[in-house]
């Protein structure tokens, strides 16, 4: 037995709600991603510096302003801006240097609605 198809006046698409509802949801996503994607981005740029410093063997022989500085360099080259030198520090145990960077941001999304992001890598 064959399956009749609707004729096209009974298909129907999307309803004016509906589109509504999807670019609302479509906005939000796009909004929210353009906000929070470039922190992750800095935030492994600045990570990758200091694995750069820490596997070169640098590290050992830097105090912790020599490493916040060199990495300060590298940030003023690719325009990031919005970063706490203070969350970077370096540790020292048995003859390995290790660099954390610990910090948080707050970023503001819509009214009294904030995302915080936290980040705690230890590079050795």
């Given at each position: 037995m064959t399956k009749m198809l609707n004729p096209l006046s009974q298909q129907r698409g999307f309803?004016?709600?509906?589109?509504?509802?999807m670019l609302v949801v479509l906005v939000s996503s796009l909004t929210f991603a353009l906000k929070v994607l470039p922190v992750y981005i800095d935030h492994n740029f600045v990570r990758g510096v200091?694995?750069?410093i820490v596997e070169s063997g640098r590290a050992s022989s830097m105090t912790q302003v020599e490493i916040r500085e060199e990495i300060a360099g590298s940030m003023r080259v690719n325009n990031i801006r919005d970063f706490?030198?203070?969350?970077?520090?370096?540790?020292?145990?048995?003859?390995?240097?290790a660099i954390n960077i610990n910090y948080e941001r707050r970023i503001p999304i819509a009214g009294n609605i904030d995302v915080i992001l936290s980040f705690n890598?230890?590079?050795q």
């Open positions: 309803s004016k709600l509906g589109l509504l509802c200091a694995e750069t706490e030198l203070d969350a970077i520090t370096s540790s020292r145990a048995s003859g390995t240097t890598d230890q590079i």
